[in-house]
């Protein structure tokens, strides 16, 4: 038998996803529209509340946040790193990439967490949803920038769509499993005590599963920083145009202090959400202190007692 009747038939799954783009793009125009004007108009007035402030007061901002839900070590990286982005003459470009991050990451929580609170309550919804996820995070990112074009033109929009794609699976995954790994006898006393199934998820499954939920939202982060350089390959702009200029004009100084400036936005956030995980730091300090005080009087009436 010839290796050409041995060969098997050609699947055309190529044609078939442009033919389903093109299908959207003709019918779901409308659609794609409206959630492109509502991405941009989100990204530019975040952008313009970044920079109303000149770069110094917005540093001391941004510290002040840091000292509060993290501590001193933070807020000083807070003022080096920012001062560092902006004698550089970065700080535009870092606050336009800010701004599309924390769009891109808004966006990618609000869906996440109730996908993952649904597969944590629902077997079915979690065997459907697991596949997906493994199919969005194996896929070459470079990919979602292809149909993001056709459906909404160049520019920002195409970058938070293919980052919101992206960086979801990770919010989803941590959320159901902070939840599944609640203890089941924290929720059959809930349960015993009448307590309705909505409240149980609010009262006592999610509170308990935040640790896992703001690692997820955690990770989705990172992942958004590290679409940065992708989306200004499709005119996002911000760092990863400075980035992209820099290779292609093969310019080393110029990519490694756009690299840099990503890695402040970086670290400042990642310490951030991780702070925001375990508590203010400075509401834990004074909670910490309030408790001894209240503590000592008691020990001192409890030796009086046994004394007598």
């Known amino acids: 038998m010839s290796d050409a009747a041995m060969k098997l038939p050609r699947v055309p799954v190529g044609e078939w996803f442009d033919s389903l783009v093109t299908w959207c793009t003709d019918n779901l125009a409308w659609l794609f529209d409206g959630i492109g004007s509502a991405i941009e108009a989100s990204v530019d007035g975040l952008t313009s509340v970044l920079t109303v402030l000149p770069p110094l007061g917005l540093t001391l901002v941004l ?10 070590k933070l807020g ?23 701004a599309l991050v924390l769009v891109s990451a808004v966006v990618s929580t ?14 079915v919804v979690s065997r459907i949803v697991r596949p997906v996820l493994d199919f969005m995070q194996t896929m070459p990112a ?29 919010g989803v995954r941590l959320t159901e499993l902070g939840i599944r790994g609640v203890d089941p006898e924290m929720v059959e006393a809930g349960e015993a005590f009448g307590t309705p199934p909505g409240r149980i998820l609010t009262r006592i499954q999610i509170p308990l599963a935040m ?27 911000g760092l990863g145009g400075e980035v992209l200029e820099g290779i292609n004009r093969v310019d ?6 756009g690299g840099i400036a990503v890695v402040v936005l970086a670290i400042y956030l990642d310490r951030l959400t991780g702070a925001l995980g375990e508590g203010p730091s400075m509401l834990r300090a004074l909670f910490t202190r309030r408790r001894a005080a209240a503590t000592v009087p ?11």
């Open 211 to 237: 640790p896992s939920i703001m690692a997820g939202v955690n990770q989705l982060i990172m992942l958004s920083l590290s679409m940065v350089v992708i989306a200004g390959m499709v005119g996002a702009g």
């Open 76 to 98: 000083l990286f807070t003022i080096l790193g920012f001062a560092l982005v902006d004698s550089m003459e970065l700080w535009e470009s870092a606050m336009d990439s800010l």
């Open 63 to 72: 510290a002040v946040i840091a000292l509060v839900l993290s501590g001193w």
């Open 110 to 123: 609000v869906v996440a967490i109730p996908i993952g609170i649904a597969a944590a309550r629902s077997d």
């Open 298 to 308: 008691v020990a001192v009436a409890s030796a009086a007692g046994t004394s007598n």
């Open 142 to 170: 470079f990919v979602y920038l292809i149909p993001a074009i056709f459906f909404f033109s160049i520019g920002s929009v195409p970058g938070v769509v293919a980052t919101v794609i992206f960086a979801m699976p990770p």
């Open 252 to 257: 080393v100084a110029k990519g490694f202090e």
